[in-house]
Structures are given as structure tokens and as C-alpha cells.
């Protein structure tokens, strides 16, 4: 199976940096990915870490480190929209199938 | 842009009635899944379809549900007799061939049971 850990929540003001964690645990790893949810709508697709390293995209990038089945999404530049919950998931086979954690609730403050 | 689409938004059914989720999942995706979320919680797997069988189930997707991609283009989700404990947001999702690790949601289902 797979478990993941992620903060809770995490808040910030405008602007700022935040970075939030995930550590996982899985029978087999195929790629660490991100997903932003804003009040229970559709999940929507953030990054896709597949090798180490760090992967950039516009305000946000991802890390992740197989060795230590560690990632972390990266959130620059703070903006009120970016208010919402941050999922990481775990892609444990070649198929599509992700774990997800519980999920970061990030609040944005002005 | 192609786009899973869901329906209904919304359904609220009585415990033990019959519910049946549908989805249009985007044409050329390979895989095929149903996720669910209870209000305030994580979003937990249910199954995987793919060459329209299932290829593996959680320990969730018990007797009381199944799911059908009949037609090549909808993809449902049946839960035979509904309980309490059913009542979450349900999320079809589709991906492949690109290995870009996507999965692409739909908006997804609100199911209330009373």
C-alpha cells in the first residue's frame, strides 16, 4: 500500500513563499505529483516528478527526491486565488492510479 | 479543450436506492477511474477501468458497487443500495498514453443519502 504525509495547513500572506512537504511511503514508485483543490471541485493537475530534481512551472515548482521519498511543491509569489487545498499523490504502478494524501489547506491573507 | 464531464452535479437519494454516476471521460485517454471524497477528507481510490475491465478495485469498491463503460464514451458508477456512509463527492478521472502522470477529473458528483 501507500501512505503519504503532508502538513496540514499552512497560511501566508500575499506575496510570500510557502513550501509544503510530503513524505511517502509505497510498494512501488512511479512518479510524485501535485494536484490544487479549491472547495471540493475537480482536482486539478499542478507537476509530475518522475526523476530527482526540481521541476519549474511558472509561480509553482516541485522537488522530489527518490532516495529519501521526499517531495515538495514550491509556491512563489503568493496570490489570493492561490487559497485552496495542495494534494500530493503517489503514482505506485504504470497505470494512471494515484494515492493521494490528505491534503495542505493553504490561506492566503492580504 | 477536451474536458471529463460528469453528471449529475448533484444527488440526493434515500439509503438503500439505487444510484448510478455518469461520466464522458476524454476520447483518446487509455485509463479510466472513479475516486471518491468525503466532505473534508482526503481523495480516496475506488476502481480502475481499463480495456473494459477493471484492473484493480480498493477494498472500498465492495459488492454494492460497479461500473460499466457500455457504449466506448460513458463510464458510470453503480451503487446498488445506497448507505449513509456513501454520501461523498465522486470524481471520474481519465489518463494515458501521454506518460505525463495527468490525471484529468471531472467536476464531479455530489451524492447525499439520507
Known amino acids: 500500500g501507500q501512505s503519504l504525509e503532508q502538513p496540514s495547513e499552512v497560511t501566508a500572506v500575499e506575496g510570500a513563499i510557502v513550501q509544503i512537504n510530503c513524505t511517502y511511503q509505497?510498494?512501488?514508485?512511479?512518479?510524485l505529483s501535485w494536484y490544487q483543490q479549491h472547495d471540493g471541485g475537480a482536482p486539478t493537475f499542478l507537476s509530475y516528478?518522475?526523476?530527482?530534481g526540481l521541476e519549474e512551472t511558472g509561480r509553482f515548482s516541485s522537488f522530489l527526491s527518490r532516495s529519501d521519498s521526499y517531495g515538495y511543491l514550491l509556491l512563489q509569489e503568493l496570490q489570493m486565488k492561490d487559497s485552496a487545498s495542495y494534494f500530493c499523490?503517489?503514482?505506485?504502478?504504470?497505470?494512471?492510479?494515484?494515492?493521494f494524501g490528505a491534503g495542505t489547506t493553504v490561506t492566503v491573507r492580504a | 479543450e477536451p474536458e471529463v464531464t460528469q453528471t449529475p452535479s448533484h444527488q440526493v437519494t434515500q439509503m438503500g436506492q439505487e444510484v448510478i454516476l455518469r461520466c464522458v471521460p476524454i476520447?483518446?485517454?487509455?485509463?479510466f477511474y472513479w475516486y471518491r471524497q468525503i466532505l473534508g477528507q482526503k481523495v480516496e481510490f475506488l476502481v480502475s477501468?481499463?480495456?473494459?475491465?477493471?484492473?484493480?478495485k480498493s477494498e472500498i469498491f465492495d459488492d454494492q458497487f460497479s461500473v460499466e463503460r457500455p457504449d466506448g464514451s460513458n463510464f458510470t458508477l453503480k451503487i446498488r443500495s445506497t448507505k449513509l456512509e456513501d454520501s461523498a463527492m465522486y470524481f471520474c478521472?481519465?489518463?494515458?498514453?501521454?506518460?505525463?502522470?495527468?490525471?484529468?477529473f471531472g467536476e464531479g458528483s455530489r451524492l447525499t443519502v439520507l
Open positions: 476520447s483518446n485517454h487509455l485509463y
Open positions: 516528478n518522475a526523476l530527482d
Open positions: 499523490a503517489v503514482r505506485p504502478s504504470n497505470d494512471y492510479k494515484l494515492s
Open positions: 509505497t510498494s512501488g514508485f512511479y512518479g
Open positions: 478521472a481519465g489518463g494515458g498514453p501521454a506518460n505525463t502522470g495527468e490525471l484529468f
Open positions: 477501468f481499463y480495456n473494459n475491465e477493471i484492473s484493480e
